[in-house]
């Protein structure tokens, strides 16, 4: 099965999608999980417009702050390479005098031409 092709079970899946991202169920999986919801209802309540990172996510969520990712297999690679440069800045285990250097190693990796 493909994007293209649809699942046998079209209900059940369109009942999975409209539960999973039901405005109740939303705020649910956000205050178990911490994942911020998707659903605008969900957004506006008190419990995600008073949590710091989730008005982060969801500011830079908006257009004017973020760009859709093109559809092509190069991003593969850029987020191959993005993935360990984010997680170590973000740990602690990529330290400050290194940033340039790792940056710069980041975009080289990412400039080859395949």
Do not use: C, R
Not at 86 to 106: E, H, M, R, V, W
Request: charged share 20%; aromatic share 6%; no cysteine.
């Amino acid at each position: 099965m493909n994007a293209k092709t649809p699942t046998k079970n079209q209900k059940a899946a369109q009942t999975l999608a409209q539960f999973i991202t039901n405005e109740q169920s939303q705020l649910i999986i956000y205050k178990g999980e911490g994942q911020i919801p998707v659903n605008k209802k969900a957004q506006k309540s008190n419990a995600v417009t008073s949590d710091a990172v989730a008005v982060a996510v969801n500011t830079m969520s908006k257009s004017d702050h973020s760009t859709l990712m093109p559809k092509m297999p190069q991003m593969n690679v850029f987020w191959n390479q993005a993935a360990p440069l984010i997680n170590g800045a973000y740990t602690g285990s990529i330290k400050p005098d290194q940033y340039t250097t790792k940056l710069d190693t980041f975009v080289k990796a990412v400039s080859k031409e395949n």
